[in-house]
């Protein structure tokens, strides 16, 4: 069984920075896209950063230039550095395959951005 846990987050001033980690235990990340996902009550889940096989990036548009997803294929590990904060970044933060059948969602980390 596939089990996603997130953690890093917390409550931040706008302006400041976090890193979000993501570990992967019942599966290899190596062959997939996994992305960063965001929801806040009441909303749909939406994908904010993903990084393909090769590296490749991208970025929704609400982050690009403040946000920086990476992985670590042989720790099974997905990191999301964001910098820059905004009150509006305010949400519980998942990770998860992208473009595939999710796996069963984390529990995610809370991001809090306020002064």
């Known amino acids: 069984q596939v089990v996603l846990v997130e953690s890093g987050g917390g409550l931040v001033q706008p302006g400041g920075s976090l890193r979000l980690s993501c570990g992967v235990s019942g599966s290899i990340i190596s062959i997939y896209t996994m992305g960063w996902y965001r929801q806040v009550p009441g909303k749909e889940r939406e994908l904010v950063a993903d990084i393909n096989n090769s590296r490749g990036t991208s970025y929704a548009d609400s982050v690009k230039g403040r946000f920086t997803i990476s992985r670590d294929n042989g720790k099974r590990m997905l990191y999301l550095q964001m910098n820059s904060l905004k009150p509006e970044d305010t949400a519980v933060y998942y990770c998860?395959?992208?473009?595939?059948?999710?796996?069963?969602w984390g529990q995610g980390t809370q991001v809090t951005v306020s002064s």
């Open positions: 998860n395959r992208v473009r595939l059948s999710p796996y069963p």
